[in-house]
């Protein structure tokens, strides 16, 4: 029996930008702080970045290793950290006269954790389509 469950989670918004202008701005990894609700993200060597999410010193770091990059429709990348484990994806595809953002993960979650679950999973999406909410209002600008 393992010690792990694979959860999903998912969010996605139409974007009133070229896909080229939303995926830049996806994996400007330095601004992520100005769309990603209480993240701060740097790459820390070539095909991996690490992000920081919550008001330090309360919050928790994520470091990520890209595995599959293709601009302008899709970074993905591998959570290698203590507390997010799992598979992330961010997809960009063209859509009338702008784009849709599918931000997807697929998550180890401890089967110790998994009580929490729902209530977690709930918090996320609801984040995500903030965040991506967000990020499409900084594409009008």
Avoid: N
């Avoid at 990603?36 to 309360?58: C, E, H, N, S």
């Avoid at 990520?64 to 950290?81: N, Q, S, Y």
Wanted: hydrophobic share 45%.
């Amino acid at each position: 029996m393992t010690s792990t469950v694979i959860r999903y989670v998912a969010a996605e918004v139409h974007v009133d930008a070229p896909p080229e202008a939303a995926f830049a701005l996806i994996t400007d990894w330095p601004r992520h702080r100005e769309w990603m609700f209480m993240t701060d993200a740097w790459q820390v060597a070539p095909g991996k970045i690490a992000a920081y999410t919550g008001l330090r010193p309360f919050g928790f770091l994520d470091p990520m290793t890209i595995t599959r990059f293709e601009p302008p429709h899709v970074v993905e990348v591998r959570h290698t950290g203590t507390l997010v484990r799992g598979l992330g994806a961010v997809r960009v595809t063209p859509r009338g006269d702008g784009c849709r953002v599918i931000w997807a993960e697929r998550l180890e979650v401890p089967r110790w954790a998994l009580p929490g679950w729902p209530l977690a999973h709930a918090v996320s999406v609801l984040l995500a389509r903030r965040s991506l909410r967000r990020l499409g209002a900084l594409l009008r600008q």
